[in-house]
């Protein structure tokens, strides 16, 4: 089946730029979502790109999409403590059948 | 005020028992979902609706049960077969026309 990679953690100091990356497998994506989820609550949508983009930004969000590469990129610069979460990369595919595919999530932590 | 709710938040079940959870939305979305999520993983899927009276598995349906017999409400039944229940349960729905999926706050059920 399809799968989506991401890694597990990643710490920045307060006010960097933290950089989340994701590879996927289904060249089929058409929507590829970023979310977030904060401690004991439920998935809240942040962005999402289409395939026929390679770049979105938003406010302090930027997502770069390598299709060739199949890899998805979310920048957060000047990262807060409010910031600090589980960030899923979920790629979906092609037909009006297909599923979104969640990663395993990578739990962002702020240093200060 | 339209959203998805859940209910309840926390559910603790005795080993062997049936356990229902709620999710209701006013969003008047035709497609509603059950994710399961644990601790390093991302969200698997178990059940799924596109409308109602029909629902089909997804990848972990084994050992519950869902109905949808009206539009706003799709609930999960945890049934004694489910050898490993103890989890974060999300509900998710999506409106026509779209691929995005919002998400409700997420029901922990933990198994004594």
């Known amino acids: 089946g399809e799968d989506v990679e991401q890694s597990l953690f990643l710490s920045v100091r307060e006010g960097d730029s933290s950089v989340i990356n994701c590879t996927y497998t289904?060249?089929?994506?058409?929507?590829l979502y970023w979310y977030k989820q904060e401690p004991g609550a439920g998935l809240q949508l942040l962005t999402y790109?289409?395939?026929?983009?390679d770049m979105k930004q938003d406010q302090r969000l930027t997502v770069l999409l390598n299709k060739k590469d199949k890899h998805l990129s979310l920048r957060i610069a000047d990262t807060q403590t409010g910031d600090s979460a589980i960030y899923f990369c979920?790629?979906?595919?092609?037909?009006?059948?297909?599923?979104?595919?969640f990663g395993s999530g990578t739990r962002l932590s702020i240093r200060p | 005020d339209g959203g998805i709710t859940q209910s309840p938040k926390y559910l603790f079940r005795k080993e062997g028992q049936n356990v229902t959870l709620s999710c209701e939305q006013n969003?008047?979305?035709?497609?509603m979902y059950w994710y399961r999520q644990d601790p390093g993983q991302g969200l698997r899927l178990i059940y799924y609706?596109?409308?109602?009276?029909?629902?089909q598995k997804g990848d972990i349906a084994e050992g519950y049960s869902v109905s949808r017999e009206k539009k706003e409400s799709f609930p999960l039944t945890v049934t004694s077969a489910q050898k490993n229940p103890t989890a974060f349960y999300l509900c998710?729905?999506?409106?026509?026309?779209?691929?995005?999926?919002?998400f409700g706050p997420g029901t922990r059920l933990t198994v004594l």
């Open positions: 609706s596109q409308i109602v009276n029909d629902f």
């Open positions: 979920a790629p979906k595919g092609y037909s009006s059948a297909s599923k979104i595919i």
């Open positions: 790109i289409f395939s026929n983009m």
């Open positions: 969003l008047n979305h035709d497609a």
């Open positions: 289904d060249s089929s994506s058409t929507y």
């Open positions: 998710a729905s999506k409106g026509e026309g779209t691929d995005t999926q919002y």
